[in-house]
């Protein structure tokens, strides 16, 4: 008998009825009244995710890919050089994006399974006498490892180095989902897409801009039409943009916001927080291995989870969508094949938790991974009773 789908992807995540129901509706003229005044809705709400009163919302249909060239191409010129912190497959991409650009990317290599070190950060900003280093990117939360680097951190390198760089922050898989304060940690270019902590289907990529990057952007010479920031910002500030926007979708966003004020963000971060401790719990009960090192570098928006030794994890989630219906989150890069991933973010309570991890305890079984079926649900009811 076919249930409701067991998304437990990072996303895109389930999209609440509230938000299905407000994009069910007809599309309006996108340059009349009602259409400006959903956008400068859209655009305060987004504002106060990012914790951002300085801060300016740039909208784009496209994907967080698109975020990435977005955050480059406006702020850095051919030749320019930045320092990538490449700690997974996603902060992988963004280095590889920069480059396709002619920016020199220096890359500070960091393990699968480890945040970005702040140190090594200032250690090299502060041998950076002249300067020559433009823009530091970090992912706020790698996708593909489950882990969560410090951004309040490097910006603590930069100013204690007195270092001039742009910081450009990835926060797809952890915006509206773990604490980002953009004003507070001095971030120049925060980046995301609505799919996962903002509750929506793919389709948009948003960006949080500093009054730094947009002068950057006015020396800036890499080539860009579509992703322009300037035009965006203009026609915005009229609720308008510069070509068809995605219409349906900031009917979703606009509701979506809402949800999210009516929660209150500091109890959204609690909920995310708790949820994923219950997860962690359930996969350490199972006795199987985390991929994330550090304790204080948990990601509170998935769970990437090793496969015991002679299980491949491709095979195990094919398994599990076949039999179950349940999807889980490939290995991605150096860990491809050997970690399956649990997604625990946007719209998600205890009872949902709880259905997607006996799902996984029901499959590691059948799959034929020796554990004791209960351990992992008993853990995460345990300590959600607690």
Same mark, same amino acid.
């Given at each position: ?12 995540t389930?999209?609440p ?7 069910a509706?007809?599309?309006i ?10 956008v ?6 987004l504002?106060d995710v990012?914790?951002?009163t ?6 784009y249909? %496209?994907?967080?890919? =698109?975020?990435w ?6 702020? +850095?010129?051919?030749?320019? #050089? @930045? *320092?990538?912190c490449?700690?997974g ?17 220096e ?10 070190p702040?140190?090594?950060?200032a ?6 006498t002249a ?5 530091v990117?970090?992912?706020?939360n ?18 204690g180095?007195?270092?001039p760089?742009?910081?450009l ?6 915006l509206?989902?773990?604490?980002f ?8 270019v925060?980046?995301? %897409?609505p799919?996962? =902590?903002?509750m ?6 948003? +960006?949080a801009?500093?009054? #730094? @990057? *947009?002068t950057?952007s ?7 039409a ?6 965006v910002?203009?026609?915005n ?19 979506a916001?809402?949800?999210l ?6 109890n ?6 708790r ?13 199987l ?18 496969m015991p ?11 599990a ?6 999807s ?16 625990? *973010? ?14 996984v305890?029901?499959m ?15 853990a ?7």
């Open positions: 008998m076919p249930g409701r789908p067991f998304l437990q992807i990072p996303g895109p389930l999209v009825e509230r938000v299905m129901r407000a994009m509706q007809a599309v003229d996108h340059r009349g009244p009602t259409f400006g005044a959903l400068h809705d859209c655009l305060a709400g504002k990012f914790q951002t300085r801060g300016q919302i740039v909208l249909p %496209g994907s967080g890919t =698109g975020a060239e977005a955050a480059l191409v406006n702020t +850095l010129s051919p030749g320019d #050089r @930045a *320092l990538a490449v700690n497959h996603f902060s992988t991409g963004f280095a590889k994006t920069a480059a396709a650009y002619g920016i020199e990317v890359r500070l290599e960091v393990a699968y399974g480890e945040g970005v702040a140190d090594r950060v250690a090299r900003l502060a041998a950076d300067h020559e280093l433009r823009a990117l970090v992912v706020h790698e996708t593909s490892t489950g882990v969560t680097s410090g951004v309040a951190a490097v910006r603590a390198a930069l100013d180095s007195g270092h760089a742009l910081l922050v990835d926060t797809v898989s952890s509206a989902s773990i604490d304060k953009f004003d507070a940690w001095g971030v120049d925060a980046l995301t %897409g799919q996962k =902590g903002l929506l289907p793919p389709g948009m990529a948003i +960006l801009v500093s009054e #730094r @990057a *947009l950057a006015e020396k800036a010479k890499c080539p860009r579509f992703w322009d920031w300037q035009p910002l203009e026609r500030r009229r609720g308008e943009f510069p070509y068809t926007p995605a219409t349906v979708l900031l009917f979703g966003l606009r509701e916001l809402a949800m004020h009516e929660e209150g963000l500091a959204v971060f609690a909920r995310h927080a949820l994923a401790e219950a997860c962690r719990r359930a996969v350490q009960a199972l006795g291995a985390i991929l994330c090192r550090k304790p204080e570098e948990y990601s509170n928006t998935l769970t990437a989870v090793v030794h002679g299980f491949d994890s491709d095979a195990f989630i094919r398994h969508a076949q039999r179950l219906d349940m889980l989150g490939v290995g991605l890069g150096a860990v491809k094949g050997t970690v399956f991933r649990i997604g625990h *973010l946007g719209s998600l309570n205890e009872l949902e938790l709880l259905g997607g991890l006996a799902g305890e029901l590691l079984k059948d799959f034929g991974v020796p554990i004791r079926l209960g351990a992992g649900v008993t995460a009811e345990e300590f959600l009773l607690a």
